[in-house]
């Protein structure tokens, strides 16, 4: 059982930062593929960031140019660096970890941009 908990949300106003962290119980050798996904309310989950075991990177085309996505292998945490934040990036955001094709997920953060 893979464990992903995340921290690093807050209230922050339009064009403020914040950075999101995902600490993992798995290492990151043995994971195929993570990601950060979030939940606006009344809307469905959708795929923000994610990062591949070989290195590649993707981001939604309302990210692209303001979120960035790391990872410490030390650490065993992963990162989404959020800059330049809009009021339509208002939601819960989740961590997710894709092991031997299993999906396990974060509790959420909440992140709220409003002036």
């Known amino acids: 059982q893979v464990q992903l908990v995340e921290s690093g949300g807050g209230a922050v106003q339009p064009g403020g930062s914040l950075r999101l962290s995902c600490a993992v119980s798995?290492?990151?050798?043995?994971?195929?593929?993570m990601g950060w996904y979030r939940q606006a309310p009344g809307k469905q989950r959708e795929l923000v960031a994610s990062?591949?075991?070989?290195?590649?990177?993707n981001y939604a085309d309302s990210v692209k140019g303001r979120f960035t996505i790391s990872r410490d292998y030390a650490k065993n945490t992963m990162y989404l660096q959020m800059d330049n934040l809009k009021s339509e990036d208002t939601a819960v955001y989740y961590c997710?970890?894709?092991?031997?094709?299993?999906?396990?997920w974060g509790q959420g953060t909440q992140v709220t941009v409003s002036s």
């Open positions: 997710n970890a894709n092991l031997w094709s299993c999906d396990y």
């Open positions: 798995e290492s990151f050798f043995s994971i195929h593929v």
């Open positions: 990062i591949f075991n070989d290195g590649t990177i």
